[in-house]
């Protein structure tokens, strides 16, 4: 039997939402531990590949340890309605009452659910703050592959040095983000495949930016750990693949535009291909200062605006298309007034910004 604070609702609604039994059926349920001497409780969560656990301050007047539904316990959790919800367990059912309200819950034995992984040896640590890893996050995770048969591409690379800037990238074969982040303590050396739910389920605890967060890595597994919360996954299996060769070099056919324009530009030309089967912009760069920016629809109702050119180096028209979607997704991800465009016909379209640390791609299609 324990009481406890509903202001943690979010984090139990997380938890919840976590749990996941597609791998086995056990796995949809959260066991729940109170424990009378520390006046704690631990919510633990499985999804087949990473397991979480949260803990929180609890009036715990009875030593407790069983299993429910994640659906049901996420259900009870959101219709509650008071400050504080009180469980308590009568012949095998738990009663979880919250002012007026009074809910009942079936519970299973929380002996048939597994313990979390041994986590080897650490090899490598990173410290950061919550707002530090969203960003990076968000920078990153729009271009991991999904369900890729290549399932190394279905993760960020983490590459760690010590003490020296760590270099995360993903790619899905058709764009690429890559950024270098210095964090506050970097040790040991590695090269990880980071599955991007396992940052998700860390961000969706909506935590306050400046809670610290740490990183451990080693050999099959990474550990991310925040205040009272933890959580550990199995590492993605493969070899990254070397994506500097990928990275052009050639600053020849460079563009500079005003980031704001861009932005608004490229949002309106994807809503417009969106609409067609092949969603591509045609970007044609002018020596006059300008770019036309075409989507061709196959009934012939082309949709075409112009953007004026900050900066240019060219000194011949280049038509290149992209898909309009990636383009919109990296542009986004830009910050400061201008973003510029090193052009490249065979290999990839180069996008950089203000922010130095952060490299992105974009592969040209046919057009």
Known sequence: MFTISLDQKTRISAICNFANGKVNPIYEQVRIEANSVEGKVMFSACNGNQYSTFTLNAEVQEDAR???????????????????????IKDNDLFVTSGRSRLKLQTFSASDYPNMETFD???CRIETTIAQLANIVSQASYCVANADVRAYLCNMNWQISENMPVRICATDGHRLSMTHEQFPVSEGAGSYLMPTSVFQSVLALKLNGNDQCVITFSSNHACIEVPNYSIMTTLGEGVYPNVDRIIPNDN???ITVNLAEMTDLARRLHAVAQL???PTIRMCFKTNGQCEMQVKSANGDDFTDEIDLVDSSLTEEVIVGVNSKYLLDAITQQSGENVTMRLNLVGAIKIISDNQNLITLVMPTRI
């Open 121 to 123: 040896a650490p090899k």
């Open 66 to 88: 069983y299993c429910v539904s994640s659906k049901r316990l996420l259900i009870v959790t959101t219709a509650l309605a008071g400050e504080n919800a009180k469980f308590a």
């Open 276 to 278: 067609e089967k092949n």
């Open 252 to 254: 020849s056919k460079s």
